[in-house]
T-cell receptor
Framework: AQKVTQAQTEISVVEKEDVTLDCVYE???????LFWYKQPPSGELVFLIR??????QNEISGRYSWNFQKSTSSFNFTITASQVVDSAVYFC??????????FGQGTRLTINP | DVKVTQSSRYLVKRTGEKVFLECVQD?????MFWYRQDPGLGLRLIYF???????EKGDIPEGYSVSREKKERFSLILESASTNQTSMYLC???????????????FGPGTRLTVT
């Protein structure tokens, strides 16, 4: 079965704190893609990153970084020095092989000034 | 930039009405998708289409149908709206796998549908 679990339903931190959003996935496919999307209050999901199963290199983009570990089936997302504009719902998603996207339940992140 | 637009941001309909949700993308994407988003459930796929006039059921197709007469447009139809179809509906598009290019889906702003 294909499944994505985001155990944290809601996270609230104070601005400038670092925060990590967890994502654990399940798939039997050896080839798959993982994604993170951001959904700000406006509602539109914004693509953040794509990772394929053969590339375990961590990635950093400004204040954002992603840690992909196949051994633990995790694809965690860290925001460093969080800002109020980072407040949103974040979704982790899995695409096993050539199949459909499977989304996690989402994590609502609130950054307080 | 990829642009996916949806016909309405907010919609209020009565039980039993036929409802049309329209989605248009301007990037010549082959694939188009309809999801519904509910609190605590994430996004669930209703229907998708890999080409004009093609459609495939997603995870929760019951009570919905779709139409794709043109490549850029994908319509979601609620034949007889019910209160349990009150939700946020999101449309997305992506390039074909055959092009061996990026696989991410690009989303529209969503339509918040309330059925009373």
């Amino acid at each position: 079965a294909q499944k994505v679990t985001q155990a944290q339903t809601e996270i609230s931190v104070v601005e400038k704190e670092d925060v990590t959003l967890d994502c654990v996935y399940e798939t039997r496919d050896t080839t798959y893609y993982l994604f993170w999307y951001k959904q700000p209050p406006s509602g539109e999901l914004v693509f953040l990153i794509r990772r394929n199963s053969f590339d375990e290199q961590n990635e950093i983009s400004g204040r954002y970084s992603w840690n992909f570990q196949k051994s633990t089936s995790s694809f965690n997302f860290t925001i460093t020095a969080s800002q109020v504009v980072d407040s949103a719902v974040y979704f982790c998603a899995l695409r096993p092989g050539a199949q459909k996207l499977v989304f996690g339940q989402g994590t609502r992140l609130t950054i307080n000034p | 930039d990829v642009k996916v637009t949806q016909s309405s941001r907010y919609l209020v309909k009565r039980t039993g009405e036929k409802v049309f949700l329209e989605c248009v993308q301007d990037m010549d994407h082959e694939n188009m998708f309809w999801y519904r988003q509910d609190p605590g459930l994430g996004l669930r796929l209703i229907y998708f289409s890999y080409d004009v006039k093609m459609k495939e059921k997603g995870d929760i197709p019951e009570g919905y149908s779709v139409s794709r007469e043109k490549k850029e447009r994908f319509s979601l139809i609620l034949e007889s709206a019910s209160t349990n179809q009150t939700s946020m509906y999101l449309c997305a598009s992506s390039l074909s796998r055959r092009r061996r290019t990026q696989h991410e889906q690009y989303f529209g702003p969503g339509t918040r549908l309330t059925v009373t």
